[in-house]
T-cell receptor, first 119, second 115 residues
Framework: GAVVSQHPSWVICKSGTSVKIECRSL??????MFWYRQFPKQSLMLMAT?????????EQGVEKDKFLINHASLTLSTLTVTSAHPEDSSFYIC???????????????FGNGTRLTVT | AQSVTQLGSHVSVSEGALVLLRCNYS??????LFWYVQYPNQGLQLLLK??????LVKGINGFEAEFKKSETSFHLTKPSAHMRDAAEYFCAVSFGSSNTGKLIFGQGTTLQVKP
């Protein structure tokens, strides 16, 4: 089955530094990847849609300059949290769709998430 | 606006009992519906999906869900709960009018299974 690999699985960084999270589709190509953020005991909040070869589409309220997304190839998208602060601490999850029979009815496959802690 | 609502943030059942997790959606267009399970500190795993074929959908681990248009519901059930079913469950909707096919998630339901 389709596998999405996310790295690192956890990271601790100091306030003011930047952190890069990678999301790879291992056995399929993904022109679109999705980045979610999840707070403890809460649902997933869509942050942005990563588009291969073009700019990402951010959801309302998500700071573009804070959360930089790059989708340079059909199998790799990266999320960089710039100048991280403690309030950025969260669980970040990426996902991608193996198109299959169509865009809307193909399920999203999720990475295992990255636990970011900013001290 | 299109949305999905999971009724009950926490459900507790005894091992061997019926599991029922509720999901209702609001949409002006035919939706595509999914149930995902999340174990602690992990990503999401697809349990099953509804894509306008059969209204009763069977998934992995003995779960199934029934799409009821008249009730705008897609409740998840399992006849007999196992301890390993304890996890967080999310109902999600992908709407046909979306250009990106992005998923909108419900609030999630924590399933507790008591021995």
């Amino acid at each position: 089955g389709a596998v999405v690999s996310q790295h690192p699985s956890w990271v601790i960084c100091k306030s003011g530094t930047s952190v890069k999270i990678e999301c790879r589709s291992l056995d399929f190509q993904a022109t679109t990847m999705f980045w979610y953020r999840q707070f403890p005991k809460q649902s997933l909040m869509l942050m942005a849609t990563s588009n291969e070869g073009s700019k990402a589409t951010y959801e309302q309220g998500v700071e573009k300059d804070k959360f930089l997304i790059n989708h340079a190839s059909l199998t790799l998208s990266t999320l960089t949290v710039t100048s991280a602060h403690p309030e950025d601490s969260s669980f970040y999850i990426c996902s991608a769709r193996d198109l299959g029979t169509g865009i809307f009815n193909s399920p999203l496959h999720f990475g295992n998430g990255t636990r970011l802690t900013v001290t | 606006a299109q949305s999905v609502t999971q009724l009950g943030s926490h459900v507790s059942v005894s091992e061997g009992a019926l599991v029922l997790l509720r999901c209702n959606y609001s949409s002006s267009v035919p939706p595509y519906l999914f149930w995902y399970v999340q174990y602690p500190n992990q990503g999401l795993q697809l349990l099953l999906k509804y894509t306008s074929a059969a209204t009763l959908v069977k998934g992995i681990n003995g779960f199934e869900a029934e799409f009821k248009k008249s009730e705008t519901s897609f409740h998840l059930t399992k006849p007999s709960a196992h301890m390993r079913d304890a996890a967080e469950y999310f109902c999600a909707v992908s709407f046909g009018s979306s250009n990106t096919g992005k998923l909108i998630f419900g609030q999630g339901t924590t399933l507790q299974v008591k021995p």
